[in-house]
């Protein structure tokens, strides 16, 4: 199996389609065997930069004329229960854009269906197989910060709730390499300086789902005594510098920030004690003139190691749903204003289930249908962006 070429098919053909084939083309045990989308365009201009020309409209046609080993699924959020169920029951492996779904009843499908199937589900988290999140597991490793006791992360500045579904997933699930597990949830999210309220419950920009909160701030107890904080905020201006992590030892830090880390061989911070960079770790196969970012071929290189060894990804379908899990408890424990333990017993959407459960004493009606751009979005919220 070490030496088999894995046959790769790709469902969506924007931008981050786009980036998920480059990372296929560059990996030298992958090849693309065929692309899908709904739009020529798309299609041809993909097909033209790869050299893919074998195009299609219908995956069902896609997948049953050219038998990839892994289909990937870079589509809106609101699209991925269909398609990954489609694509599961020809008995494919597959890889899905985050957050894998909208609620934890429609992730529950899909890994029951991929083990029904035995297939594999990986969640496109990239950035925990990068070349900075895999320097600051070697530095864990190598002791250089002892006993991991606290986490934390935060995200670019987007509205609460949207940041959460957006870019809070990816955050989550870096954490979860360091926590293991999250067990209970704690949050407290306000709009317009306020607690939440059921008429704060809206669907997110970009088919995200339901959400709530224009800041969050939640705290996690996670496996071992390690706890850890996770900021979504509104900023006035998004703020890309301050999406980061940070890790606190029993002797020492590490700092993360993209596809670079450092780390201060003390855990506190004292003026006299510099970070030190630390040198980031690239998949064996990664070469600088790759035209795909490393962190995305990291993933790639993490999916040919899972089929080869019959193991799963590190970013699998069982953590991608943890991470909605996590996600879900947030907005649980704010709307609640309880703690909330993992994993739910109700697996309903809890906003929505906590709106219905005031909607007998309150006239609520049905949620407002709000545009898909976030733009356009936060000027419906009385916002004007940055």
Partial sequence: MKDKIYRVAILG???????????????P???????????????????TELDVPAQYTDLDQMIQENEPDIVAI??????????????????????????MCVDLIQADAVMAKAESKKCKVAVHHQGRVGPGMLALQRAVDQGKIGQIRYLYGSGKGYYGGYGLMNIGTHMINNM????????????????????????????SPSGMGTIAGEYISATFQFTGNVTGTLLQHRFDQMDTSAYVMEILGS??????????????????YLPDRQW????????????????????DF????????????????????????????????????AAYGIRVDLPQKD?????????????????????????RDYSSWLSRQGIERF
Avoid at 78 to 98: A, P, S, T
Avoid at 177 to 187: A, E, I, K, L, Y
Avoid at 251 to 268: M, V, Y
Wanted: charged share 25%.
């Fill in 347 to 371: 697996r309903q959407h809890p906003l929505l289930r906590w709106r219905a459960d005031r909607h007998s004493n309150e006239e609520l009606g049905d949620l407002d249908l709000l545009p």
């Fill in 74 to 99: 870079p589509t809106g959020t609101e699209f991925h229960y269909d398609l990954c169920m489609r694509v599961l029951e020809h008995g494919v492996h597959i890889e899905v854009e985050k957050p």
């Fill in 298 to 333: 990291g993933f790639v290189d993490e999916y040919v190691r899972t089929l080869d060894d019959d193991d799963q990804h590190q970013c699998s379908g069982y953590q991608g749903r943890h991470v909605l899990e996590i996600m879900m408890g947030i907005f649980e424990s």
């Fill in 13 to 27: 053909c924007r931008g981050r389609g786009r980036a998920a084939a480059l990372a296929y083309h560059d990996h």
């Fill in 251 to 268: 002797e020492g830090r590490l700092f993360w920030k993209g596809d670079q880390a450092w780390w201060l061989p003390q855990p506190h």
């Fill in 276 to 295: 030190e960079a630390l040198e980031p770790v690239f998949s064996d196969d990664y070469q600088r003139g790759n035209r795909s970012d490393a962190s």
């Fill in 29 to 47: 045990r992958t090849q693309i065997v065929s692309l899908c989308d709904l739009v020529q365009e798309r299609l041809d201009n993909l097909g």
């Fill in 176 to 203: 979860l390499r360091f926590g293991q597990q999250c067990h209970s949830v704690v949050t407290q999210a306000t709009t317009n300086g306020r607690p939440i309220q059921p008429t704060d419950v809206v669907p």
